[in-house]
């Protein structure tokens, strides 16, 4: 892949967007929208999602997704993007039960999960798949929320559209070459281990054209 200054080609629209705004930190948009890059929390283990080119040594030998404590590591960025072949408007709000692709920003791969069992705890595998932010159906995701939208600062739920496990971390720990880097998996049933917040990040804003769409 392509990089300038260490960044992915795919991203660059995204960044560009976080310059000439001079970012969203002050906006009173408090949905996750469509293009935001964002660190996700697992609000349980307090890791979060992460991902690095590193392989499984078992299972499908795809990159690794992992949960990590430190809350400043960029390998923790995601892109939250539309499924194949029907993207999202970029600014528009994510709603509860809206199908996404979550895109690790540093390898252009997609959260992932298919029917391999993760190394440690014997859970569904969930790996980084694809090339350049396209990669297959198994990379879709549907949002759990309780309200109409995905709010920055509510605990949602990711459950996987191909084989309906729900994200989570349950606790295990990797030794080397990640050591004390946690298990991510898929779980058959949601529970305390599977909820998730959007932390740090860029959250792109409404297009002017979308918010008066939203006032009709």
Same mark, same amino acid.
């Given at each position: 892949?392509?990089? !300038?200054?260490?960044?992915? /080609?795919?991203?660059?629209?995204?960044?560009?967007?976080?310059?000439?705004?001079?970012?969203?930190?002050?906006?009173? !948009?408090?949905? =996750?929208?469509?293009?935001?890059?964002?660190?996700?929390?697992?609000?349980? *283990?307090?890791?979060?999602?992460?991902? *690095?080119?590193?392989?499984?040594?078992?299972?499908? $030998?795809?990159?690794?997704?992992?949960? /990590?404590?430190?809350?400043?590591?960029?390998?923790?960025?995601?892109?939250?993007?539309? %499924?194949?072949? %029907?993207?999202?408007?970029?600014?528009?709000? !994510? %709603?509860?039960?809206?199908?996404?692709? !979550?895109?690790? &920003?540093?390898? @252009?791969?997609?959260?992932?999960?298919?029917?391999?069992?993760?190394?440690?705890?014997?859970?569904?595998?969930?790996?980084?798949?694809?090339?350049?932010?396209?990669?297959?159906?198994?990379? =879709?995701?549907? /949002?759990?929320?309780? $309200?109409? *939208?995905?709010?920055?600062?509510?605990?949602?739920?990711? %459950?996987?559209? @191909?084989?309906?496990?729900?994200?989570? /971390?349950? $606790?295990?720990?990797?030794?080397?070459?990640?050591?004390?880097?946690?298990?991510?998996?898929? &779980?058959?049933?949601?529970?305390?281990?599977?909820?998730?917040?959007? &932390?740090?990040?860029?959250?792109?804003?409404?297009?002017?054209?979308?918010?008066?769409?939203?006032?009709?």
């Amino acid at each position: 892949m392509k990089l !300038i200054r260490g960044v992915p /080609v795919l991203f660059l629209p995204l960044l560009l967007v976080l310059w000439s705004s001079g970012g969203s930190a002050d906006s009173d !948009i408090n949905s =996750v929208t469509c293009g935001s890059l964002v660190k996700l929390l697992n609000t349980r *283990h307090n890791v979060r999602l992460h991902s *690095h080119d590193v392989k499984y040594g078992s299972g499908s $030998g795809q990159q690794s997704v992992t949960g /990590v404590e430190s809350a400043d590591d960029a390998n923790s960025y995601w892109q939250i993007r539309g %499924k194949p072949h %029907k993207p999202c408007q970029r600014g528009a709000a !994510i %709603k509860c039960g809206d199908t996404i692709r !979550i895109t690790h &920003m540093k390898t @252009g791969r997609n959260l992932h999960t298919h029917h391999f069992s993760s190394p440690l705890s014997n859970n569904q595998e969930v790996s980084a798949f694809g090339e350049n932010g396209e990669g297959d159906d198994l990379d =879709v995701w549907a /949002v759990q929320c309780d $309200g109409d *939208h995905w709010e920055r600062d509510e605990v949602v739920r990711f %459950k996987h559209v @191909g084989t309906d496990v729900f994200l989570s /971390v349950t $606790g295990e720990q990797y030794g080397h070459p990640i050591r004390g880097q946690r298990e991510v998996h898929g &779980m058959s049933s949601p529970g305390q281990h599977s909820w998730w917040r959007a &932390m740090e990040g860029v959250f792109i804003q409404p297009s002017p054209e979308l918010l008066r769409h939203d006032e009709l």
